[in-house]
């Protein structure tokens, strides 16, 4: 969607054919231009398919006529763009989709070195509690092969672990291949170059001097962006700053997010992210917050134990979400002063995951730990790994020993399921919450 604007120039930079999807219901809508324009930056051909060709008010022909305007013209009105009208309900036209895409890449003669030392780029990058950093690599050219030394970015390390689109392990990967891999020092940004060298101190070294040079500019730039704010400030008198610092789950929300708040902006108050990184919230995260006057936001993301305590001490305020377009919303109703008392949530209490029992007929049972307040029967609860929500639902069922429980305080151990999610850990952590309303204020 429109929030998604880095994700949209960074997917056009990396392939060889854009797949411009449009619905025959909606036509052509701004993110529609928008990925237009990205594909002819990037000088990628463009192949159209019209979805939704199976419900009753598509209109394909508005659709040609559209796509017309922003200079898209389909091959048989004369242009060079393959046109294709699919139905994913009723599977029509995915065979010539295909088709049209191997034809279009034999015209343009698409290929790859596969016996060579891998190059390609960096999807995706998160922060994986028992993995540590993850990068979602699209190899472009050569064979990456596990145990392979990798310069992605400024950022080094060993090929530990690769693995394929649904999650198997796999010993090497060619040309137009992606792969989720483990084993880099820490994560990488999203849309970096990677590179395979002969050796990891090599690489090394090359990712030292990288991030010697970045952190220069980047210096650099926010003393300068420092100085015209206070220059601005002298001037107008009644400008404001909105700081904010953002944590979130994986590089490309960050850079979502970014784009979002940016345009926030007024003549009144102006919005600073003062910092942004994928992971949980830490200590760090907060008096880089008091120093700074700054609010928290935690998209798909939460502060640990030491860092909530030291914000609810030192009055930081954080705020959660998992949706980028509530997140916008509430911060433009902020900056409007139309902030009304809201429903929030309000923690009761953590759970420790320390056993886990998968019972056939009954699903995941988790033999759990009360390390704050309390845990309450029918409670909600966000499960948080590396401070990270990987689920948000509700109790099913919460037991002392053999016998059900209406709750369970602090310092005692239980026993519960949570309704629809069997996939937990142990050590996983469970964030026990109620709503209530409160005045909003931010």
Sequence with gaps: ????????????????IVILVVAADDGVMPQTKEAIHHARAAGVPIVVA????????????????????????????????????????????????????????????????????????????????GKGAVATLLVQSGTLKRGDAVLVGSVSGRVRAMLDENGKPVAEAGPSIPVEVQGLSE???????????????????????????????????????????????????????????????????????AGSLQKLSTDEVRVSLVHSGVGGITESDVNLALASKAIIIGFNSRADVAARRLAEASGVDIRYYNIIYAMVDEIRAALSGMLAPEKRESIIGMVEVRQVYHISKVGTVAGCYVTEGMVKRGSSVRVLRNNVVIHTGDLDSLKRFKDDAKEVKSNFECGLSLRGFNDLEVGDMLEVFEIVEVARAL
Excluded: Y
């Excluded at 508005?62 to 294709?84: H, I, N, S, T, Y």
């Excluded at 065979?95 to 034809?103: A, V």
């Design 1 to 16: 969607h429109e929030a998604f604007t880095a994700m949209r120039a960074r997917g056009a930079q990396a392939t060889d």
């Design 50 to 129: 019209v979805t939704k060709i199976d419900k009753p008010d598509a209109n394909s022909e508005k659709v040609r006529q559209e796509l017309v305007a922003e200079g898209v013209v389909p091959e048989d009105w004369g242009g060079d763009c393959m046109f294709v009208e699919v139905s994913a309900k009723t599977g029509q036209g995915i065979d010539t989709l295909l088709e049209g895409i191997l034809l279009q890449a034999e015209v343009l003669e698409l290929k790859a070195a596969k016996n060579a030392a891998a190059k390609g780029v960096v999807v995706e990058a998160r922060l994986d509690k």
């Design 187 to 257: 994560v990488p940004v999203a849309g970096a170059d990677f590179i395979v060298l002969a050796d990891e101190k090599k690489a090394r070294e090359i990712a030292l001097f990288r991030q010697g040079k970045f952190r220069d500019v980047k210096l650099a730039k926010q003393q300068a962006a420092k100085l015209e704010n206070i220059f601005e400030q002298m001037g107008e008198g009644e400008v404001r700053t909105l700081a904010l610092i953002v944590k979130a789950d994986v590089q490309g929300s960050i850079e979502a997010i």
